[in-house]
């Protein structure tokens, strides 16, 4: 990141004021030529994106291996991997290298986590009462390795609700020790089951909401969790990360969703204790056994290309002022911009309050839609992409009852479908204004979602 070099002679009469040196912006034009066009591409947390400089080092990094693929493995490979471990472990402030590993993406890191947990459920080292706690919103791969790898080897399983629209960091907290008062009294009358892992997003995928993840790991520590892994998908690009003062056990976060890297890339925290040495990956070749990092950095013969590509995605990311910070202020205050502007013109509501978002945030859409049930939120997606161009997930909000209240409302009746809209430094207002027309057009002319069938 550039910045204005202090000269401690200025004003002293010993040689002239330095300027500042220019900086080289990004041609975001030049960078992401090769989005479709026409397309208002408002999901950028589903699939991140990539720039052109960046593809272009993979491409070399791609072509290097084919032209001499003995050299490439064992004199540039092992070299390449660990800068970019390097370069993440000072990005997310840990204490050692070893405890950085490359994976594919946030789903492998689950599976690293939960085979481990199984194990223990498999081997006796745990009851059959003990329990892994979870929050409903939870990704679905999560869970179905949850239902892999734990369940089936004994291991009980404790869901909390994550209140949505949510108001306020401390409900979400407050959710928390329900379940884990719940999941202590799981075992009954035995006072020796034991909640062993906990699973807390750092900012949920669907409906996206920022958590407090240092309070809920500070919680999770103070009623005697034995572990708990962070999933952090979207962190990585849209929130500081400091994996020390977060204080989990285990932490991953994608590299290709919001850091510009191409698919797929994640780096996984497992911090330094007397269990590393039983976390494995779960594809088992001659590393086994030496460590995960070494373990991830060999799983046969494949495009290793998007894990060489850190140094790149910083240097893109640092030719814009205030270098990563810089990006994610500005996505957030646009995705907080866009979102109100849209909820005004539907007459709705934001999913959570500013605080509680990154560079995405839910918006409510009219209720006139007839949003309810998933199959609906599904159809209306399709739609907005196909017949107007828009990319935006749709997520449908059951009405649950809580404290007497049925939910929000806007003019027409009961809230219960949501967009989740994403900013990315490609992103230009005429994007969301597409997707405000679209939907303000599908209400003026009655389109609902069950109808959205006959096409």
Known sequence: MDREEEDPRNGHGHGPIPTKKPRLLPDIRQEFAHHLPGIARINNGSFGCCPESVLAAQRSWQLRFLRQPDHFYFNALRPALLRSRALIKDLVNADHIDEISLLDNATTAAAVVLHHIGRSFSSGLFRKDDTVLIFHCAFQAVKKSIQAYVARAGGSVVEIHLPFPVHSPQQIVSELRKGLERAKANGGSSSSSRIRLAIIDHITSMP?????????????????????????????????????????????????????????????????????????????????????????????????????????????????????????????????????????????????????????????????????????????????????????????????????????????????????????????????HKFRDAVNQLVENGKVCRLLLTE
């Open 208 to 432: 996206s909401v920022l958590m407090p993840v240092r309070e809920l790991v500070r919680v999770c520590r103070e009623e005697g969790v034995d572990q708990v892994f962070v999933d952090a998908a979207h962190a990585l690009g849209t929130v500081p990360v400091d994996v020390k003062e977060i204080g989990a056990d285990f932490y991953v976060s994608n590299l290709h969703k919001w850091f510009f890297c191409p698919p797929s890339v994640a780096f996984f925290y497992c911090r330094k204790s007397a269990l590393t040495s039983q976390i494995h990956h779960p594809v088992v070749t001659h590393e086994y056994g030496n460590g995960l990092p070494l373990e991830s950095s060999w799983i046969g013969t494949r495009d290793y290309s998007s894990q060489l590509l850190v140094p790149s995605a910083v240097e893109f990311v640092n030719r814009f002022e205030g270098g990563i910070e810089g990006i994610m202020k500005r996505n957030h205050e646009g995705v907080v911009q866009m979102g109100k502007m849209l909820a005004e013109s539907w007459g709705t509501i934001l999913g959570s309050p500013p605080h509680m978002c990154a560079s995405m945030i839910m918006v409510a859409l009219p209720s006139k839609l007839g949003i309810n049930s998933d199959d609906d939120a599904s159809r209306l997606r399709s739609h907005l992409r196909a017949s107007y161009g828009v990319e935006v997930p749709i997520y449908y909000q059951a009405p649950r009852e809580t404290d007497g209240a049925a939910g929000p409302r806007d003019k027409d009746g009961l809230i219960t479908g949501y967009a989740r809209i994403s900013h990315q430094v490609y992103n230009t207002v005429a994007d969301y």
